[in-house]
């Protein structure tokens, strides 16, 4: 498994074309959210995107990571129906965590993964609330 990263300023056209299909696919489409996914990140020069790609370069399993005022963020994180299971979403994460662990780590889990990222150190922080329709609840990665 090859995990790709780039920062925003370092995409090509074909791979933020990927980025927003795999993010269509499992969002939009599969997940049915309610609030438009561009929203002014993906470009930043403190936005990092990561992915495992197939042999063809359709991402499989993808998610981002930027500063939210001061403190890194894990968001868009999203893999194929049909790549789930084979441990590629964990991977990213355990890249993020081995890139940035070494300060505060934030993210708003969608509710029925809260016990998934709590596998990777995070710990709820507040209550449920609501995200492009979706139950979400903080989390957080204290250092390592």
């Given amino acids: 498994?090859?995990?790709?990263?780039?920062?925003?300023?370092?995409?090509?056209?074909?791979?933020?074309?990927?980025?927003w299909r795999i993010r269509d696919?499992?969002?939009?489409?599969?997940?049915?959210?309610?609030?438009?996914?561009?929203?002014?990140?993906?470009?930043?020069?403190?936005?990092?995107?990561?992915?495992?790609?197939?042999?063809?370069?359709?991402?499989?399993?993808?998610?981002?990571?930027?500063l939210d005022q001061g403190v890194r963020k894990v968001g868009r994180v999203a893999t194929l129906k049909e790549a789930r299971g084979?441990?590629?979403?964990?991977?990213?994460?355990?890249e993020v965590i081995d890139r940035w662990g070494d300060r505060e780590i934030r993210l708003g889990a969608q509710a029925y993964l809260e016990d998934w990222y709590a596998i990777f150190g995070f710990v709820t922080t507040g209550p449920h609330f609501m995200e492009a329709g979706i139950d979400h609840v903080p989390m957080s990665r204290q250092p390592s």
């Fill in 1 to 19: 498994m090859r995990i790709t990263a780039r920062t925003g300023p370092e995409l090509t056209a074909r791979q933020v074309y990927e980025i």
């Fill in 86 to 94: 084979r441990g590629l979403a964990g991977a990213l994460l355990r």
């Fill in 25 to 66: 696919v499992v969002f939009a489409v599969e997940q049915q959210c309610d609030e438009p996914d561009v929203d002014g990140v993906d470009l930043r020069e403190d936005c990092t995107h990561l992915w495992v790609a197939d042999e063809h370069g359709v991402i499989q399993s993808y998610l981002r990571t930027y």
